[in-house]
């Protein structure tokens, strides 16, 4: 399956293929990396590259997806026009993104790093959800203003649930 993928307005094109031994190559420019993909829950994946180990969060709507992966979110467009097995994949536009910091698994807000009315950068740590016993730090995908913080500490949250929102 081919993904396109725009990451900080850079492009880049990924072939995905599984191999008979049961492991993905992915092929990312003239790279090759082999890959295994064991899925813990409908929507948890855990990728193994190698002695790395990648926990990625996701979550479908009719158009798009939203990715997980080390607290950064990605929307994965669904191509109809790019032909069969095709998705294009885009991280967040810094003046697109959307104003809802939502919970990229199912868990509890161990930690809120942040207050309503202060000003984040982008990449600043916003809050820590726990999930598998495992403490996930989701990073603000743009610079803005804190406007509302819908959850609160021990509070538990499903993938998808808005937990902070965001003004420019």
């Known amino acids: 399956m081919e993904y396109q993928f725009t990451i900080d307005q850079e492009n880049y094109k990924v072939d995905v293929k599984l191999n008979s031994n049961g492991l993905y190559t992915a092929k990312i420019g003239d790279e090759i990396f082999e890959l295994e993909a064991i899925p813990i829950t409908p929507d948890h994946l855990l990728l ?14 009719e158009k798009n997806a939203v990715i997980s992966v080390r607290g950064q979110q990605f929307t994965v467009a669904h191509s109809r026009d790019r032909g069969k097995g095709s998705r294009d994949v885009s991280a967040p536009d810094r003046a697109q993104v959307e104003k809802k910091i939502t919970a990229p698994m ?10 309503e009315k202060q000003t984040v950068k982008i990449h600043q740590p916003l809050f820590i959800v726990e999930s598998m016993k495992m403490e996930n ?29 965001l003004d420019d």
């Open 106 to 115: 199912p868990g509890r807000i161990l930690k809120v790093l942040v207050k």
């Open 137 to 165: 730090e989701v990073q603000s995908p743009k610079a803005g203003k804190v406007v509302k913080i819908n959850f609160k500490e021990n509070d538990l949250v499903s993938v998808g649930d808005a937990v902070i929102e």
């Open 48 to 61: 193994l590259m190698g002695a790395t180990s990648f926990s990625i969060f996701y979550t479908e709507a």
